[in-house]
């Protein structure tokens, strides 16, 4: 339904992925495109994200014991939980204006057990085992090479270490994605919507996250699928930090126009307001959520 949406309308550049495929980079590909928008990324989607980041954390059972590696964190959800349960965690990401709006709110909640860097995902400065447990919440799915991610994730754990990899279900269990579509098509019926592939539905559902752990060389994997609902508090307020929560948010949006965009923004507070009725507005979404075992 809303597979294309939230597809990329500017592809920048090509490089090879470690099978020697083709591949092409689009803005959510590019650190500078995260940075700017680090604060507007959590308004939008951290209640939603938060929730994912908790289900993978109590189903890895980590201890105050474990060294746990966050890889691309983004503003810190899955850090930020995995901190109460005293592990000492490394969160990493490629964005610096998304470590460093981490690191003001581990200054703010006086975290003192959570450590920041600025890494590649696909190319970690770490060295081999040295992690009881790594994690990528919504990260590794917009990786150029999903992969060569998939496998670095392997490549510090210790032997028995444990993975938690969180994706998207298939993008019609994508609720406010639906209303954004609806919206386009009611306010403006003649826009010509993209149709490549958006970068985080290369890998999404049960089936694909758990055979893209497996040829990344795990022994085991367990995936379950989790609902999310996030509760708005403001429709207008949402719609607001939603346009400008994701790189290729925010060039659909330009491509829009201003006009076109404040009757889309219309056409989608209508839409979730009516369904709520008298209630609190609730958007839904679903999540795969694999935890993956090394011998």
């Known amino acids: 339904m809303c597979l294309h949406v939230y597809a990329s309308y500017f592809l920048l550049s090509k490089l090879k992925n470690s099978k020697g495929k083709t591949m092409t980079i689009s803005p ?16 939008a989607f951290e209640k939603l994200t938060r929730q994912f980041s908790q289900e993978a954390i109590n189903r890895l059972d980590i201890s105050s014991d474990d060294r746990v ?31 460093e ?53 392997k490549r510090v754990l210790k032997p028995q270490g444990r993975c938690a990899v969180v994706c998207w279900n298939h993008p019609e269990h994508f609720e406010m994605m639906g209303y954004l579509q609806q919206a386009i098509t009611l306010a403006v019926p003649d826009f010509e ?6 970068v985080w539905a290369r890998m999404c559902g049960e089936q694909s996250l758990r055979e893209n752990l497996l040829d990344a060389g795990f022994s085991r994997v367990d995936v379950s699928v989790k609902q999310g609902v996030l ?20 060039l659909l949006f330009e491509k829009l126009g201003e006009e076109n965009s404040s009757r889309v923004g ?27 075992y090394v011998n």
Not at 118 to 142: E, H, P
């Open 28 to 43: 959510d590909q590019i650190p500078q495109q995260w940075s700017s928008i680090a604060s507007a990324y959590e308004r």
């Open 193 to 198: 919507m993209p149709m490549q592939t958006p």
């Open 101 to 153: 709006r981490l690191e003001q709110r581990l200054r703010e909640q006086q975290i003192h057990n959570v450590k920041t860097a600025v890494m590649d995902g696909q190319n970690l400065d770490i060295v081999d085992a040295s992690f009881d447990v790594s994690a990528s919440v919504v990260g590794v799915i917009f990786f150029p090479d999903i992969q060569k991610g998939l496998r670095e994730l």
């Open 231 to 250: 509760e708005i508090e403001s429709v207008e307020q949402f719609w607001s930090d939603f346009t400008s929560s994701a790189p290729p948010l925010a």
């Open 266 to 292: 219309e056409k989608f507070i209508e839409l979730v307001t009516k369904k709520a009725g008298r209630l609190s507005p609730k958007l839904s979404a679903q999540a795969c959520i694999g935890i993956a």
């Open 69 to 99: 590696l966050d890889v691309a964190t983004g503003t810190g959800s899955f850090s930020l939980a995995a901190a109460h349960t005293g592990a000492q965690v490394l969160a990493t990401d490629f964005a610096p204006g998304m470590v």
